[in-house]
């Protein structure tokens, strides 16, 4: 994707920044949506093949192209390219118009959304998604492409439950610290498409689903609140969700009027194994996390890394974190464990962020500034943490980046990390240090990545 991560000052400033940059922009180039796609979905004149199995185009009347996601714009590109003239139409909710660039069938109807909350646009453009797959039919194949940001972009509430109250609840969960996981709880239990609906609504309708992953570990009920897939959890567990973070008295009521009504069988639920518009479903992840932080970790050794993936299961309080990762980071530069210099540690991952100021960030960058003090003095070091859908938080950063000077560079501008770790406000102090990461949005979503070099 040829991204330039030298916006960073203290890349752009380093004797090894080709590395570092070329390792950016190899994380990104594994997790291109369109080349994801491709790999995937294969076609030999009228038959398609999706992973080992295979389907006759020519027993379909209509092939029909539908999705949500930050990266849906590439991946619909993708599936256009294969399939060809055999695509009779469909609907697209992305978050971005202007990322649909270049030629799309005229039949292709790219609507748009809001993310990371959902607005009426999110909800007008779901509606007509919806009113779409009930036309289907037994005749139809239906080509579903789902990456992150799917969840928002793809919403339409329950009735009974407005958008206002739905979006008071997202910035509450938010604002929390709940993890994505107990989020699409909540989610999949207050929308019409989401946990499996999307499936009950395409039925009978052949259904393929291709899946661009950003969520820890790939759970399918999880990312984008699962619109395709069998939901393991129940209206009780959502009402748990509140009651663990005691936002009981703070939801809208209407909230917790239906979540009861339901766990007391008055609502339909989500969509649970067995039902038999799973028969017609068939489910695909085509990246993700893992592989995107596999990949790298080969590609620093080639380049004459000592290099190890530690995890892609990174968890926790962003700011907690970034002190852990810093002194795993003094370890390999003092003691040379885990890896004797040079070195790349590589970790993939979701941390959050608990509200406690009004200033700017997102979980990268509060990451990052949290591993400031902890990195402080040693010598030839860098973190550097990166959004791969190229927007952390509600800001234009992707990331940001951490040296052993970074502590010093700051308070000789009066800044001190802890001041802003206490309102929240990441993105200001690295802003001022000239050490953001800014590529725009990339096109692609597979979660964070973390690097830890010592050189």
Sequence with gaps: ?????????????????????????????????????????????QFLWVKDRQYDLKQFERIFIVGAGKASPAMTKGAVEVLGDYVSGGIVIVKHLDAVLGDYPSSIQFLEGSH?????KSVRSTQQLIAFLEQCTSR??????????????????????????????????????????????????????????????????????????????????????????ADPTSYGDALEVLQRYHLEEEVPSSIITFLKEGKA????????????????????IISSNYQAAIHVVESAKAQGLQSMLLTTYLRGEAREVGIVLASILREAATSGYPLERPLCLVLGGETTVTLRGKGRGGRNTELALGAVREMNGLEDVMLVTLATDGEDGPTDAAGAVVTGETLNHGQRSGLLPEHFLKNNDSYAYFNTLGDLLRIGPTGTNVNDIVFLFAF
């Design 1 to 45: 994707m040829g991204k330039d991560f030298r916006l960073a000052k203290s890349i752009a400033n380093h004797s090894k920044a080709e590395i570092v940059d070329s390792l950016l922009n190899e994380v990104l180039e594994t997790a291109d949506p369109l080349k994801s796609v491709k790999n995937m979905l294969q076609r030999s004149g």
């Design 116 to 120: 990371p909350v959902p607005d009426i």
């Design 140 to 229: 139809d194949l239906v080509i579903c492409l789902i990456s992150g940001g799917g969840s928002a972009l793809m919403t339409s509430p329950v009735a009974g439950v407005s958008l206002t109250e739905l979006q008071e609840l997202t910035r509450l969960l938010l604002a929390c610290g709940a993890n994505i996981g107990e989020i699409n709880t909540l989610r999949k239990h207050l929308d019409q498409i989401k946990g499996g609906r999307l499936a009950r609504l395409a039925y009978p309708a052949k259904l393929i689903t291709l899946i661009l992953s950003d969520v820890i570990g790939s759970p399918l009920d999880v990312i984008a609140s699962g619109p395709t897939v």
């Design 265 to 284: 069988g008055k609502e339909l639920e989500s969509v649970k194994n067995g039902e038999k518009c799973l028969e017609n479903t068939y489910n695909q």
